[in-house]
């Protein structure tokens, strides 16, 4: 059983940047494909980045693509977020998740991921 614990997020003014993290404990981080998600109030889940286990590849959905950036730190067991340039829709809770099978034509997919973190809130005032 993997336990996800999300940080970073705040508020932050439209333009501006924030650093999320993800901690893992409780299974091999190095094992699990991890990706990030976010849900707007009214709106349903929808897929933000993902990178493999190795950090070889990673993807993103367009509406973020050249301003947020996933890594991840397998001595350290975390994920990260880096979000530049942030617009007051991006608003909403963000959370990580972890993937054993690591099916990348399924990373988009909320079904595709085993484990869930709480979720850190990100406001983005205009």
């Known amino acids: 059983q993997v336990q996800l614990v999300e940080s970073g997020g705040g508020l932050v003014q439209a333009g501006g940047s924030l650093r999320l993290s993800c901690a893992a404990s409780?299974?091999?981080?190095?094992?699990?494909?991890m990706g990030w998600f976010r849900q707007a109030p009214g709106k349903e889940r929808e897929f933000v980045a993902a990178?493999?286990?190795?950090?070889?590849?990673?993807n993103y959905a367009d509406a973020v693509k050249g301003r947020f950036t996933i890594s991840r730190d397998n001595a350290r067991n975390t994920v990260y977020l880096q979000m530049n340039s942030l617009k007051p829709e991006e608003t909403a809770v963000y959370y990580c998740?972890?993937?054993?099978?690591?099916?990348?034509?399924?990373?988009?997919?909320?079904?595709?991921?085993?484990?869930w973190g709480q979720g850190t809130q990100v406001t983005v005032s205009s």
């Open positions: 990178i493999t286990r190795a950090s070889a590849n990673t």
């Open positions: 409780g299974g091999t981080f190095s094992n699990y494909v």
């Open positions: 998740a972890a993937d054993r099978d690591g099916a990348w034509s399924r990373l988009a997919t909320m079904t595709a991921y085993d484990y």
